[in-house]
T-cell receptor
Framework: EAEVAQSPRYKITEKSQAVAFWCDPISGHATLYWYRQILGQGPELLVQFQDESVVDDSQLPKDRFSAERLKGVDSTLKIQPAELGDSAMYLC?????????????FGPGTRLTVL | KNEVEQSPQNLTAQEGEFITINCSYSVGISALHWLQQHPGGGIVSLFMLSSGKKKHGRLIATINIQEKHSSLHITASHPRDSAVYICAVNAGNKLTFGGGTRVLVKP
């Protein structure tokens, strides 16, 4: 069964360091999402791509976070410099397209701990 | 007020009990999702529904569009059902999540 892949699964870093997360969506899925989930809360959308274009990054802290999906397939989310408050689960999801009612498929997530 | 509210926030049940989780939303939606997240794990989609009722194994999801309300039921609950259950709604091209319900089923 096709799955969304993410790596690494766990990352521990010190504040002020740079970190990067990778996501490979289900083949053929045009829309890719990065979410941040703080412990005990629901996921919060950081950025949404349609193919290689960003369609929503309104909640992305652009002073330290960046995301790219250069070839419209896999994607990288970067944080530089990491802060203590960035400790969270970072989830990637994909769907066939952005239209309402389409199911999103989630990856296993990357749990980030900033010390 | 959040656009998606879930209740209860936490629920403890004995094995075999019937469990109900509720979700209310305040926006127009095209679909509602019920998701399951095990501790430390990723999210698994359980149901996507836009009307009526769906059943999968011991899980049943219902939605009332007029009342903007959905319920997830677990029949004959089992310790492996222990997880966080998240309600999410498609509003426009966005998925908006509830805060989740933490379910613990004791043997």
């Amino acid at each position: 069964e096709a799955e969304v892949a993410q790596s690494p699964r766990y990352k521990i870093t010190e504040k002020s360091q740079a970190v990067a997360f990778w996501c490979d969506p289900i083949s053929g899925h045009a829309t890719l999402y990065w979410y941040r989930q703080i412990l005990g809360q629901g996921p919060e959308l950081l950025v949404q791509f349609q193919d290689e274009s960003v369609v929503d990054d309104s909640q992305l802290p652009k002073d330290r976070f960046s995301a790219e999906r250069l070839k419209g397939v896999d994607s990288t989310l970067k944080i530089q410099p990491a802060e203590l408050g960035d400790s969270a689960m970072y989830l990637c999801a994909s769907s066939l397209n952005w239209r309402g009612g389409q199911g999103q498929f989630f990856g296993p997530g990357t749990r980030l701990t900033v010390l | 007020k959040n656009e998606v509210e879930q209740s209860p926030q936490n629920l403890t049940a004995q094995e075999g009990e019937f469990i109900t989780i509720n979700c209310s939303y305040s926006v127009g939606i095209s679909a509602l999702h019920w998701l399951q997240q095990h501790p430390g794990g990723g999210i698994v989609s359980l149901f996507m529904l836009s009307s009526g009722k769906k059943k999968h194994g011991r899980l049943i999801a219902t939605i009332n569009i007029q009342e903007k309300h959905s319920s997830l039921h677990i029949t004959a609950s089992h310790p492996r059902d222990s997880a966080v259950y998240i309600c999410a709604v498609n509003a426009g091209n966005k998925l908006t999540f509830g805060g989740g319900t933490r379910v613990l089923v004791k043997p």
